[in-house]
């Protein structure tokens, strides 16, 4: 198997590096040799946050080079277009429609720019989901970065076996059950 590039891009305190240690976890799972990579922006104050996960039979480095990602999950939608140019030509982007101002929008130096997903899907394919608003609905908003992986675990080779089991060593114990209900509902968008 060719080496799998995926990146998780976002703003700070969404669970990305989470998200990392599930893939990174899952990939080990599956006998795969796995390489993390970690860049912080400003994260701690609702900056860009980026990981890297790498998996294959033999890894050398943890960086995704522009144009070599298969899959970008990005958990807000400025995030993903910023990360865009990374996503290879056939890779899958799976966004969460869901909108965080930056600081220079929020003191008004900048706009957030208007139809981002339009964009996007000019160039790439593209799986939208508001995973934030389907969160609400399971009662716990902070889940919802489960149902962006469980869209992009149908661009991944795992059993679902294998995600309910890293999901279960990986997030706090007294929600294991919310985030692997929070994953069903990803599989099925």
Not at 104 to 111: F, L, Q, R, S
């Amino acid at each position: 198997m060719a080496v799998k590039n995926i990146m998780i891009v976002g703003v700070g305190g969404q669970g990305t590096l989470l998200t990392s240690r599930i893939l990174g976890g899952l990939a080990t799972l599956g006998g795969y040799d796995v390489k993390l990579s970690e860049v912080h922006g400003m994260a701690q104050r609702g900056g860009s946050v980026v990981t890297f996960v790498r998996y294959g039979k033999k890894v050398a480095e943890p960086i995704v080079e522009e144009g070599q990602a298969d899959v970008i999950i990005a958990f807000e939608r400025l995030e993903a277009l910023r990360y865009a140019h990374f996503l290879k030509k056939d890779g899958a982007l799976i966004v969460n429609d869901w909108r965080i101002d930056p600081m220079p929008v929020v003191i008004g130096a900048a706009e957030y720019p208007e139809g981002i997903l339009e964009t996007l899907q000019k160039e790439h394919k593209v799986y939208a989901v508001n995973a934030t608003e389907e969160s609400k609905k399971l009662g716990n908003p902070r889940v919802f970065n489960l149902i962006v992986l469980g869209i992009a675990a149908q661009h991944m080779d795992f059993t679902k076996e294998q995600w309910y089991e890293v999901i279960q060593k990986t997030v706090p114990f007294k929600t294991v059950e919310i985030n692997k209900k929070a994953f069903d509902v990803g599989c099925r968008l």
